[in-house]
C-alpha cells in the first residue's frame, strides 16, 4: 500500500466568491473531511511562496494587477465567474505555491500525492485568469519539478472542459506534455480543438481529445490508451477536474465513480515508477465530488 502525501490548507477557504458562486469554500472543506475520516495520509505543509516565483508561468504585469486588485477596485477578472476578494491574491499564491513542497516531498521518497486546492488553475494562462482561476497551479508545479530535476512533465487533464491556461503556458515547450480530453461544445470554446498539437519545438507535444456531449465511461476509458507512448517523462501531474461526473449540471457527460475509478487507474498504471501528483481543478456538486475523489484516492493507494 502506498504512503499517501496530501496536501490541504483551511486558508484555501478565504477566497471568498460570494452568494450562489458554484466555485465555493465547502468544495476543499469537504473532501479534507473525508481524507480526515476516512484516510491515513501524510500531511504535505502549504507554504506561502514568493510572488517572484509566480514569474515562472506569469507575466508580472499580471500578477501585479491581482496582487493590488481588491484595494484597487477589482472584483473579478474578465467576466463574472471569476471573482477577486480581499483575500484571493493570498490565497491563489498559496495554493500555486505550495506545490514546491508536493515536489519536495517526492524528491524525499513519497510516490504519490493529492493536492486539495483552491482556487483551481487550469485556466490561467500567463496573462489573465479565467473560468475560477487565478493562477495556474499546474503548471506552477510543473516548473517547480523542474527545477528539482524532474526534467521532463507530462500534464493529464480530465477536466470536463479544456485547460486553455496549460495549454499556453507550455504549447511551444517541448519539456512539459499537455494531454487533454474534455467536452466540446463548453467552456472555453475556442481552445482544444484536436489539430492543436503544439508549435516550434513544442510540436507534437499537445495532445487534445475534445468530445461529444453525453460522453459514457467506456468512450473517455478508451481515451486514455491515446496518452503519449514515446514522452519519457520524470512526472506526472493530473489536473483532476471531476465536473465531467454525471451529477454535475455544468456539463452534459454522465462519467460514473466506476469510470472516473477506470480513468485514475490507468493514469497510475501509465506513470508506472514515476511520481504522481493529482491536483483537484473543477467538481462544483459537492456528493459527486467527495464520492469521485474518494474513489481517486482508493485507488491511489493501491
Ligand atoms: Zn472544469
Request: net charge negative; proline share 4%; aromatic share 12%.
Amino acid at each position: 500500500m502506498e504512503k499517501i502525501g496530501y496536501l490541504y490548507d483551511p486558508f484555501f477557504m478565504l477566497h471568498d466568491t460570494g452568494p450562489g458562486h458554484i466555485e465555493t469554500p465547502r468544495r476543499v472543506e469537504a473532501i479534507d473531511e473525508l481524507v480526515t475520516e476516512k484516510y491515513d495520509f501524510i500531511p504535505i505543509p502549504s507554504r506561502m511562496g514568493d510572488k517572484e516565483e509566480l514569474l515562472m508561468v506569469h507575466d508580472d504585469e499580471y500578477i501585479e494587477w491581482i496582487e493590488h486588485g481588491y484595494e484597487n477596485g477589482v472584483r473579478m477578472i474578465i467576466s463574472a465567474d471569476t471573482i477577486v476578494s480581499e483575500l484571493s491574491y493570498d490565497v491563489a499564491l498559496k495554493a500555486a505555491t505550495s506545490t514546491k513542497n508536493a515536489v519536495e516531498f517526492f524528491k524525499n521518497g513519497g510516490k504519490r500525492a493529492f493536492l486539495n486546492l483552491r482556487p483551481p488553475g487550469h485556466h490561467a494562462e500567463t496573462i489573465t485568469g479565467q473560468g475560477f482561476c487565478i493562477f495556474n497551479n499546474v503548471a506552477m508545479m510543473a516548473r517547480y519539478a523542474q527545477e528539482a530535476g524532474y526534467a521532463k512533465v507530462i500534464i493529464i487533464d480530465f477536466d470536463v472542459h479544456h485547460g486553455n491556461g496549460t495549454q499556453e503556458i507550455f504549447y511551444e515547450d517541448p519539456t512539459v506534455f499537455y494531454f487533454s480530453t474534455h467536452e466540446k461544445n463548453n467552456y472555453p470554446y475556442f481552445t482544444g480543438s484536436a489539430d492543436e498539437t503544439g508549435k516550434g519545438a513544442g510540436l507534437g507535444y499537445t495532445k487534445n481529445i475534445p468530445y461529444h456531449d453525453y460522453l459514457e465511461d467506456h468512450e473517455l476509458i478508451g481515451y486514455y490508451d491515446e496518452l503519449p507512448k514515446d514522452f519519457d517523462f520524470d512526472i506526472v501531474l493530473v489536473s483532476a477536474g471531476y465536473d465531467l461526473m454525471k451529477e454535475e449540471l455544468i456539463s452534459t457527460a454522465q462519467i460514473t465513480f466506476e469510470g472516473i475509478r477506470t480513468v485514475v487507474r490507468k493514469i497510475l498504471d501509465y506513470a508506472g515508477d514515476k511520481p504522481v501528483a493529482f491536483l483537484l481543478e473543477g467538481g462544483y456538486n459537492i456528493d459527486s465530488l467527495v464520492k469521485s475523489v474518494d474513489v481517486t484516492l482508493e485507488e491511489l493507494e493501491q
